[in-house]
């Protein structure tokens, strides 16, 4: 059964940074789009970033922008999200996902696998 397994959450104060790391548990990863959601109580899970296969095939969120950075490794199996210049509204769970496109992903399309969620608290 393919797993996805999220760490490196916790607690900062506004300005600080955080690494988030999910590793899949089978090789066949290498052949998706990973990336990240977050969710907050009461609202929908907002996509916040996602990386293919290239260092150029990556996307954001409008509001992560220039502070937050994702990447895999060259396996293909584990994603990371470097967030710096973290701020309150950045609290939430934050999970990984995997589906066949990057476009797919910032869209919400075919989005099978989820991690258990890793929660980011950031305060003021």
């Known amino acids: 059964q393919v797993q996805l397994a999220e760490s490196g959450g916790g607690s900062v104060q506004a300005g600080g940074a955080l690494n988030l790391s999910c590793s899949a548990s089978?090789?066949?990863?290498?052949?998706?789009?990973m990336g990240w959601y977050r969710q907050v109580p009461g609202k929908d899970r907002e996509f916040v970033a996602g990386?293919?296969?290239?260092?150029?095939?990556?996307a954001y969120a409008d509001s992560v922008k220039g502070r937050f950075t994702v990447s895999r490794d060259s396996a293909g199996n584990t994603v990371h999200l470097q967030m710096n210049s973290l701020k309150p509204e950045d609290t939430a769970v934050y999970y990984c996902?995997?589906?066949?496109?990057?476009?797919?992903?910032?869209?919400?399309?075919?989005?099978?696998?989820w991690g258990q969620g890793t929660q980011v608290t950031v305060s003021s």
């Open positions: 089978a090789v066949t990863f290498n052949t998706y789009v």
């Open positions: 996902t995997a589906t066949s496109t990057l476009s797919d992903l910032v869209k919400g399309i075919d989005l099978q696998y």
């Open positions: 990386a293919g296969w290239s260092e150029l095939s990556v």
